[in-house]
């Protein structure tokens, strides 16, 4: 970006911004895309900032690079971060858990191993889990999860590409790491919960609090979310009813925390 208009970098030079233009198979992922990570944002999970834009009849999102540092001269530089995949030297090939890429233990146990502050990384990525979960996003796989390298040490980076991929059928709706060994929604009761308890090594107790606070505030922010990004350009029922699919959705998480299981 430069003063605030689409610009293609020179040669060698570090890009500021990631333009992703709507996906013509399947409908509405500006929406989509925008909707989720302004709705991640909202609900307190750190994440890439994002834009929806509109050039002719094509809409596209901005998302600003976290992977990059201007210093006192203005100049952009980038900082070095590695996917999940990369950190765990796993090819990217293999980047689902079904197919021998990274699970959601070994991402725990990477960031305990890893992070400066593993105490916060893991929290972070916990609700990360929990939002991905409620929203329906089956593809958060091992390299949709990053560790940051900068000033303040290695860190788990913002979150980036969050899509509700519930929203196209013709998608698999098993999620790239599975949670607790359920592969639905539907499935999550207490025994799923504890099961994810123990594969990421963190209280049970912790993990129905955080349930309870992020699908309340799901519940009480995706409407005003979806309301706040209805502009020229963009399809407003459209994103009225991914509000709805977050707050349905939302609202079976938070029953499913106190469920007994068989």
């Known amino acids: 970006m430069v003063e605030d208009a689409i610009a293609l970098p020179a040669p060698g030079q570090p890009t500021t911004h990631i333009l992703k233009p709507a996906i013509p198979d399947f409908p509405h992922t500006t929406e989509n895309e925008a909707f989720v990570m302004r709705l991640a944002r909202a609900v307190g999970l750190p994440v890439a900032s994002v834009e929806s834009r509109r050039v002719g009849d094509r809409t596209l999102l901005l998302v600003e690079r976290y992977d990059r540092s201007a210093g006192t001269d203005d100049r952009v530089r980038r900082l070095h971060q590695e996917d999940f995949c990369q950190a765990l030297a796993v090819p990217p090939e293999i980047k689902y858990a079904g197919e021998g890429g990274p699970t959601l233990k070994d991402g725990f146990a990477l960031l305990r191993r890893v992070a400066l502050r593993p105490a916060v990384d893991v929290l972070k990525l916990l609700d990360a889990v929990i939002f991905n979960l409620i929203v329906g996003n089956a593809d958060a796989h091992g390299k949709n999860f990053s560790i940051l390298y900068d000033a303040a040490g290695p860190r788990l980076a913002p979150l980036y590409d969050l899509v509700m991929t519930v929203a196209y059928p013709e998608l698999a709706a098993t999620p790239a790491m599975p949670i607790g060994g359920r592969t639905r929604l539907a499935e999550m009761d207490r025994r ?46 459209v994103l009225g009813g991914f509000a709805r699919t977050a707050v349905t959705r939302a609202e079976r998480c938070a029953t499913s925390i106190g469920d007994r299981g068989e």
Do not use: K, M, Y
């Not at 209280?203 to 922010?221: A, D, F, K, N, W």
């Open 192 to 237: 799923g919960w504890a099961a994810f308890a123990r594969e990421a090594t963190v209280g049970l107790p912790l993990i129905r609090r955080r349930v309870t606070e992020i699908t309340g505030s799901v519940i009480q922010r995706a409407r005003h979310v979806a309301d706040a990004l209805i502009v020229p350009g963009l399809d407003g029922e």
